[in-house]
Protein backbone atom coordinates (compact mmCIF):
# COMPACT_ATOMS: atom_id res chain seq x y z
CA UNK A 1 0.00 0.00 0.00
CA UNK A 2 1.60 3.48 -0.73
CA UNK A 3 -0.44 6.67 -0.71
CA UNK A 4 -3.56 4.91 0.73
CA UNK A 5 -3.93 3.33 -2.33
CA UNK A 6 -3.47 -0.75 -3.33
CA UNK A 7 -1.06 -1.72 -5.95
CA UNK A 8 -2.34 -4.45 -7.62
CA UNK A 9 0.11 -6.25 -9.70
CA UNK A 10 -2.65 -8.87 -11.37
CA UNK A 11 -4.91 -7.32 -12.50
CA UNK A 12 -5.89 -3.56 -14.61
CA UNK A 13 -4.86 -0.83 -12.53
CA UNK A 14 -7.73 1.82 -11.55
CA UNK A 15 -7.33 5.34 -12.64
CA UNK A 16 -4.93 7.78 -10.62
CA UNK A 17 -6.85 11.12 -10.87
CA UNK A 18 -10.49 12.28 -9.28
CA UNK A 19 -12.79 9.44 -9.62
CA UNK A 20 -15.70 12.47 -9.64
CA UNK A 21 -13.68 13.87 -12.50
CA UNK A 22 -13.89 10.48 -14.38
CA UNK A 23 -16.96 9.53 -13.70
CA UNK A 24 -18.21 13.46 -14.90
CA UNK A 25 -16.26 12.59 -18.43
CA UNK A 26 -18.02 9.22 -18.55
CA UNK A 27 -21.43 10.61 -17.63
CA UNK A 28 -20.60 12.88 -20.62
CA UNK A 29 -19.63 10.47 -23.02
CA UNK A 30 -22.57 8.25 -21.54
CA UNK A 31 -25.00 11.42 -23.05
CA UNK A 32 -23.67 10.73 -27.00
CA UNK A 33 -26.97 10.39 -29.04
CA UNK A 34 -26.33 7.35 -31.61
CA UNK A 35 -24.92 8.94 -34.51
CA UNK A 36 -22.08 9.93 -32.08
CA UNK A 37 -21.34 6.04 -31.13
CA UNK A 38 -18.06 5.91 -33.10
CA UNK A 39 -17.18 8.88 -31.02
CA UNK A 40 -14.25 8.63 -28.96
CA UNK A 41 -14.81 8.01 -24.99
CA UNK A 42 -13.03 11.29 -23.46
CA UNK A 43 -12.80 9.30 -20.26
CA UNK A 44 -10.74 6.28 -21.79
CA UNK A 45 -8.76 9.24 -23.60
CA UNK A 46 -8.11 11.07 -20.36
CA UNK A 47 -7.13 8.04 -18.83
CA UNK A 48 -4.90 6.76 -21.58
CA UNK A 49 -2.51 9.80 -21.64
CA UNK A 50 -2.65 9.68 -17.88
CA UNK A 51 -0.79 6.54 -18.10
CA UNK A 52 1.90 7.82 -20.41
CA UNK A 53 2.22 10.73 -18.09
CA UNK A 54 3.05 8.53 -14.90
CA UNK A 55 4.72 5.70 -17.21
CA UNK A 56 7.06 8.59 -18.74
CA UNK A 57 7.67 10.01 -14.90
CA UNK A 58 8.36 6.15 -13.51
CA UNK A 59 10.53 5.35 -16.08
CA UNK A 60 12.46 9.00 -16.49
CA UNK A 61 13.43 8.74 -12.47
CA UNK A 62 14.26 5.00 -13.23
CA UNK A 63 16.19 6.15 -16.07
CA UNK A 64 17.64 9.45 -13.90
CA UNK A 65 18.96 6.95 -10.81
CA UNK A 66 20.88 4.44 -13.72
CA UNK A 67 22.57 7.24 -15.98
CA UNK A 68 23.55 8.81 -11.49
CA UNK A 69 26.67 6.67 -12.95
CA UNK A 70 27.62 7.94 -16.06
CA UNK A 71 27.17 11.39 -14.28
CA UNK A 72 24.80 12.84 -17.27
CA UNK A 73 21.79 14.66 -16.05
CA UNK A 74 18.95 13.40 -17.19
CA UNK A 75 17.64 16.65 -19.53
CA UNK A 76 21.57 16.43 -20.92
CA UNK A 77 21.22 13.06 -21.84
CA UNK A 78 17.40 14.00 -23.50
CA UNK A 79 19.82 16.56 -25.32
CA UNK A 80 21.87 14.50 -26.67
CA UNK A 81 19.07 12.13 -27.86
CA UNK A 82 18.07 15.21 -29.88
CA UNK A 83 21.37 16.06 -31.11
CA UNK A 84 22.69 12.01 -32.30
CA UNK A 85 19.40 12.09 -34.65
CA UNK A 86 20.74 14.13 -37.25
CA UNK A 87 24.53 14.76 -36.01
CA UNK A 88 25.41 17.15 -39.09
CA UNK A 89 22.69 19.05 -38.46
CA UNK A 90 23.54 22.25 -36.87
CA UNK A 91 20.77 23.49 -33.92
CA UNK A 92 20.10 26.83 -32.60
CA UNK A 93 18.90 27.28 -28.67
CA UNK A 94 15.76 28.49 -30.08
CA UNK A 95 15.15 25.37 -33.01
CA UNK A 96 15.99 23.25 -29.55
CA UNK A 97 13.54 25.05 -27.26
CA UNK A 98 10.50 24.73 -30.05
CA UNK A 99 11.05 20.97 -30.78
CA UNK A 100 11.78 20.21 -26.76
CA UNK A 101 8.50 22.44 -26.26
CA UNK A 102 10.92 24.21 -23.32
CA UNK A 103 11.72 27.47 -21.94
CA UNK A 104 14.57 28.92 -23.87
CA UNK A 105 16.57 30.28 -20.90
CA UNK A 106 16.71 26.69 -19.76
CA UNK A 107 17.76 25.22 -22.74
CA UNK A 108 20.17 27.96 -23.07
CA UNK A 109 21.75 26.98 -19.58
CA UNK A 110 21.56 23.55 -20.45
CA UNK A 111 23.20 24.12 -23.75
CA UNK A 112 25.88 26.03 -22.52
CA UNK A 113 26.81 23.62 -19.79
CA UNK A 114 27.42 20.63 -22.54
CA UNK A 115 29.40 23.07 -24.88
CA UNK A 116 31.70 23.93 -21.43
CA UNK A 117 31.78 20.13 -21.00
CA UNK A 118 32.07 19.04 -24.76
CA UNK A 119 29.82 17.19 -25.24
CA UNK A 120 28.78 20.00 -28.18
CA UNK A 121 30.14 22.73 -30.07
CA UNK A 122 29.01 25.94 -31.57
CA UNK A 123 29.67 27.68 -34.33
CA UNK A 124 28.29 30.92 -36.25
CA UNK A 125 25.62 30.28 -38.80
CA UNK A 126 26.62 31.19 -42.34
CA UNK A 127 23.68 32.98 -43.06
CA UNK A 128 23.56 35.09 -39.93
CA UNK A 129 26.95 35.11 -37.99
CA UNK A 130 24.44 36.33 -34.35
CA UNK A 131 22.73 33.11 -34.51
CA UNK A 132 25.07 30.13 -33.55
CA UNK A 133 24.34 26.32 -34.72
CA UNK A 134 25.03 23.59 -32.07
CA UNK A 135 26.71 20.28 -33.34
CA UNK A 136 27.54 16.85 -31.18
CA UNK A 137 30.79 16.46 -31.01
CA UNK A 138 32.40 13.13 -30.87
CA UNK A 139 32.53 13.28 -27.28
CA UNK A 140 29.13 14.23 -27.24
CA UNK A 141 28.51 11.09 -29.00
CA UNK A 142 30.54 8.80 -27.12
CA UNK A 143 28.94 9.91 -23.88
CA UNK A 144 25.44 9.50 -25.76
CA UNK A 145 26.32 5.94 -26.01
CA UNK A 146 27.78 5.39 -23.04
CA UNK A 147 24.28 6.88 -21.54
CA UNK A 148 22.62 4.32 -23.94
CA UNK A 149 24.00 1.01 -22.55
CA UNK A 150 23.80 2.14 -18.93
CA UNK A 151 19.64 2.14 -19.49
CA UNK A 152 19.31 -0.50 -21.75
CA UNK A 153 19.65 -3.39 -18.82
CA UNK A 154 16.47 -1.32 -17.12
CA UNK A 155 14.42 -1.44 -20.26
CA UNK A 156 15.13 -4.86 -21.19
CA UNK A 157 13.74 -5.69 -17.15
CA UNK A 158 10.67 -3.32 -18.55
CA UNK A 159 9.83 -5.50 -21.62
CA UNK A 160 11.19 -8.92 -20.27
CA UNK A 161 7.56 -10.55 -20.65
CA UNK A 162 6.55 -8.67 -23.48
CA UNK A 163 7.02 -10.02 -27.42
CA UNK A 164 8.13 -8.84 -30.00
CA UNK A 165 4.30 -8.53 -31.58
CA UNK A 166 3.71 -6.75 -28.39
CA UNK A 167 6.08 -4.43 -28.76
CA UNK A 168 5.64 -3.34 -31.96
CA UNK A 169 2.26 -3.05 -31.44
CA UNK A 170 2.42 -0.48 -28.54
CA UNK A 171 5.21 1.01 -30.43
CA UNK A 172 2.56 1.49 -33.56
CA UNK A 173 0.15 2.87 -31.25
CA UNK A 174 2.20 5.29 -29.50
CA UNK A 175 3.87 6.66 -32.96
CA UNK A 176 0.43 7.28 -34.42
CA UNK A 177 -0.15 9.34 -31.04
CA UNK A 178 3.40 10.87 -31.50
CA UNK A 179 2.95 11.85 -34.49
CA UNK A 180 -0.78 13.18 -34.05
CA UNK A 181 0.45 15.83 -31.27
CA UNK A 182 3.68 16.88 -33.10
CA UNK A 183 1.70 17.76 -36.45
CA UNK A 184 -0.71 20.00 -34.28
CA UNK A 185 1.95 21.54 -31.84
Known sequence: MRNGRTRRRAAHSTHYCEPDLILAMKD???NRSAADNDAIDPALGFRIVNWIGIIEQLARNKANRELAETGLPWNQFILLNHFSHRPAEGKTVTGVARAMQQQQPGVTKTMKAMVDAGLLRHEP????GRIKRHFIT???????????KCILPGI?????????????KL???????KVRLDDNR
Not at 125 to 128: L, V
Request: net charge negative; aromatic share 14%.
Open 156 to 168: GWLFQDWTEDEMT
Open 125 to 128: DPGD
Open 28 to 30: QSD
Open 138 to 148: DFGKHRHREAV
Open 171 to 177: FGQLDRL
